[in-house]
């Protein structure tokens, strides 16, 4: 079953830590969105294989946006 990981907030991606195909743990940090002149990192909630990675280094996103899928 797919997991998407979404934005908490609205804000610009950073930095991206993973590509599809990598492996992640619960609660690794797979991207870096900046928001309001803060780097908030984005962690995997669950374990598993990064399928998509939906965004790019400088887009910026919107609350709820998917930005990543997990399987």
């Known amino acids: 079953m797919s997991t998407?990981?979404?934005a908490p907030m609205p804000g610009t991606?950073?930095?991206i830590h993973m590509k599809?195909?990598?492996t992640v743990a619960e609660g690794?940090?797979?991207l870096v969105l900046?928001?309001?002149k803060m780097e908030n990192p984005i962690m995997a909630t669950n374990s598993g294989k990064i399928t998509e990675i939906r965004v790019a280094v400088g887009d910026k996103v919107a609350?709820?946006?998917?930005?990543a899928v997990i399987d």
């Open 63 to 67: 609350t709820k946006q998917v930005l």
């Open 20 to 22: 599809p195909g990598d």
């Open 4 to 6: 998407e990981i979404l």
């Open 13 to 15: 991606i950073f930095q």
């Open 34 to 36: 900046e928001a309001m």
């Open 28 to 30: 690794q940090e797979i």
